[in-house]
């Protein structure tokens, strides 16, 4: 038998406002036609007054330790993925840490960007299985929106906010992974070189502002689909499976044709993915948790299904983990 981190439950949080391509084009130089040709996405929700990335991770949690039916005070890690914090310092993770009511626990924020929350989870993972919390919370949440630059079509167009969490449970299990449940292999990666193709032009320590989302979005699809389907390979093979044995891909939901190409080299059937960026658009690191629980709400994923997680950001960082719930 061997430690194993559990999936025990899941939840997501929008913000109230939701935002379709119509109103958008009588904003911006743009149409529901060109988005939904190049990006699949219809919609996406926009964080109002009051509504900020701790306070929508703090509400997706509460419904993921609903779902597990825990209290907050069983928690003892929160790892918390943004790229768009509410504040510099503490930690948003704290924020929901004191939000949750908890009075002490390892909480702080992981930054990866969009593949945040598959480095979150591979923290926490790792965390539990060595015996420093027996539960915790791994959320993603962002106000991407607050970065955004209203004025370029060609990156406000494509995201928006949101959060979702997913709670860890340590559990005795088989330590061989075609038998065993939770967290069976994670496998993470970052290239910095690419950082001119995904970036914020802004930060404390350069600008002293916050900065707005520059992207070359020819250039990163292209690195997109090899990374991801290189990584994906990468996570099977470590647990001697093939994707002949997925359930459910629940990739990171940035661009419908990414998601497809993806799809493509690994010869995997497109009704085997988890897409939700029509819904909701890029939340960044919020996208993964989100998709997976409004799949496990709407029936399709199920206990015992074998799911593959993945993701790719700013940085450049991706990464991917297998997970059977």
């Known amino acids: 038998m061997t430690v194993r981190a559990i999936l025990a439950g899941t939840g997501s949080a929008l913000p109230v406002r939701r935002v379709t391509n119509e109103e958008l084009a009588a904003q911006v130089d743009t149409s529901d036609e060109w988005i939904v040709e190049r990006t699949g996405i219809r919609s996406r929700y926009i964080a109002g007054e009051g509504e900020t990335t701790a306070s929508l991770a703090a ?46 626990c390892v909480a702080f924020d992981v930054a990866a960007v969009c593949s945040g929350f598959l480095y979150a989870l ?34 406000c167009v494509l995201f ?44 404390p320590s350069t600008t002293q502002t916050v900065g707005k989302v520059r992207m070359k979005g020819r250039e990163v699809f292209r690195h997109a689909v090899v990374n991801l389907a290189s990584v994906l390979t990468e996570v099977l093979e470590a647990v001697n499976l093939t994707s002949a044995d997925i359930d459910w891909l ?47 709400k709407d029936g399709r994923v199920k206990p015992g299904d074998l799911l593959v997680l993945e993701a790719m950001g700013g940085g450049f960082t991706w990464g991917a983990a297998v997970v059977r719930l």
């Open 59 to 104: 509400d997706a949690a509460r419904k993921a330790l609903a779902d597990a039916g825990m209290d907050a005070s069983e928690i003892g890690l929160i790892v918390l993925a943004t790229a768009t914090p509410d504040q510099t310092f503490p930690s948003s993770a704290t924020k929901v840490q004191a939000m949750l009511g908890i009075d002490d």
């Open 122 to 155: 591979s923290v926490a993972e790792s965390m539990i299985r060595g015996g420093s919390a027996k539960a915790a919370l791994v959320i993603g949440s962002e106000t991407f929106s607050r970065i955004l630059d209203w004025e370029d079509r060609a990156t």
């Open 160 to 203: 928006g906010d949101g959060a979702g969490a997913v709670v860890l449970k340590a559990e005795d299990g088989p330590e061989n992974p075609a038998e065993a449940r939770g967290v069976l292999s994670a496998r993470l990666h970052a290239d910095g070189r690419h950082n001119e193709l995904l970036y914020v032009d802004g930060g």
């Open 250 to 296: 629940i990739p990171h939901q940035a661009n419908a044709r990414i998601l497809d190409a993806t799809a493509k080299k690994l010869n995997l059937s497109p009704d085997r993915v988890v897409v939700t960026v029509d819904q909701h658009a890029n939340t960044s690191a919020a996208s993964v948790p989100l998709a997976l629980d409004v799949a496990k």
